[in-house]
């Protein structure tokens, strides 16, 4: 079965501080893997994304990884901001070639910043 | 431009009644796709339009959910006989033509909630 599974599942950090998320996927085929962020009563936005063939991937403060044989993705968030409080969830694309671009969600990772 | 915009914001109802939620996605996305989301859970696929057509139905529960989307754009997702069990966040995404890369643009939601 297509899983996608997150830890861990909420962490609280300080204002300032680093961290990193995890992602262990099992779906196959394999297209893409993205990093969403969802705030409390908003939909998802995406962060990052990786092909197969990509180990990295930053975008400002965020930067994901993913290892592709081992079927591990990560999110390290670096200088942590209240803003960053939100849901951080982990997506992988199990279509393919024209197919339907169905997308897998992890149950995500809550991450709450405090001054 | 404008983004996702999803109506109702909230919806409440009575076990047995019928409920009609509605997506209007970005001018110019041609794949529109509805999830549903429980409490503490990544959203989970629900139907893919390509244009008018419903490309992937495989994610509908079952016969009581229906979607349309008559012209290509404005999507409705419409469910009979609601049960306490469909309570969730219902959200739209559109994006461009179905392709593997193509991000899927997520609307604020649909909170349902029968009673």
């Known amino acids: 079965k297509n899983q996608v599974e997150q830890s861990p599942q909420s962490l609280i950090i300080l204002e300032g501080k680093n961290c990193t998320l995890q992602?262990?996927?099992?779906?196959?085929?394999?297209?893409?893997l993205r990093w969403y962020k969802q705030d409390t009563g908003r939909g998802p936005v995406s962060l990052t994304i990786?092909?197969?063939?990509?180990n990295t991937k930053s975008n400002g403060r965020y930067t994901a990884t993913l290892d592709a044989d081992t079927k591990q993705s990560s999110l390290h968030i670096t200088a942590s901001q209240l803003s960053d409080s939100a849901s951080y969830i982990c997506?992988?694309?199990?279509?393919?070639?024209?197919?339907?671009?169905?997308?897998?969600f992890g149950t995500g990772t809550l991450l709450a910043v405090q001054p | 431009g404008a983004g996702v915009s999803q109506t109702p914001s909230n919806k409440v109802t009575e076990k047995g009644k019928y409920v009609e939620l509605r997506c209007d996605p970005i001018?110019?996305?041609?794949?529109l796709y509805w999830y549903r989301q429980s409490l503490g859970q990544g959203p989970e696929f629900l139907i893919y339009?390509?244009?008018?057509?419903?490309?992937?139905d495989s994610g509908l529960p079952n016969d009581r959910f229906f979607a349309v989307r008559p012209e290509g754009s404005v999507s409705t997702l419409k469910i009979q006989r609601t049960e306490r069990g469909d309570s969730a966040v219902y959200l739209c995404?559109?994006?461009?033509?179905?392709?593997?890369?193509?991000?899927?643009?997520f609307g604020p939601g649909t909170r349902l909630t029968v009673l």
């Open positions: 995404a559109s994006s461009l033509p179905s392709g593997l890369d193509n991000e899927q643009f």
């Open positions: 001018s110019g996305h041609t794949a």
């Open positions: 990786m092909t197969f063939s990509e």
């Open positions: 997506v992988v694309n199990g279509g393919y070639g024209g197919a339907t671009n169905k997308l897998i």
């Open positions: 992602c262990n996927y099992t779906v196959s085929p394999f297209s893409n």
């Open positions: 339009f390509q244009g008018t057509g419903a490309a992937d």
